[in-house]
């Protein structure tokens, strides 16, 4: 399989605000580039029915690279079980959480606008 970015499909934003003035002049660049925010779009009900969603209970050592990597094969794709569980960092998941992963990945990614 390809390897699916995050970053994929988002704009680069040229930032010459004012705000940034004395950031550019110190480091005499002309302009900050910033990339948008990314729009993920949760599964409809009726997607939900497609998939197969295995939950975990979270435990201390448990992190989304590793659950990405056994589910998915490629650590790389943890962003997509964060996304799915609607808890961007780890740090908002408390022991004894439920975590979900679903599958299969290419739906899941085709739900979510990837």
Do not use: C
């Amino acid at each position: 399989m390809a390897i699916i970015s995050r970053l994929q499909n988002r704009q680069e934003i040229d930032n010459t605000h004012l705000i940034y003035d004395s950031f550019r002049k110190d480091r005499n660049l002309k302009k900050i580039v910033h990339i948008d925010t990314q729009r993920i779009r949760f599964p409809t009900k009726e997607e939900m029915k497609t998939l197969n969603v295995v939950t975990k209970a979270w435990g201390v050592g448990d992190r989304y690279e590793k659950l990405a990597a056994e589910y998915y094969k490629d650590p790389e794709l943890w962003w997509v079980i964060a996304a799915f569980n609607r808890k961007p960092a780890e740090f908002l998941i408390e022991p004894g959480d439920i975590i979900s992963v679903p599958l299969p990945l290419e739906y899941v990614l085709d739900y979510m606008g990837f």
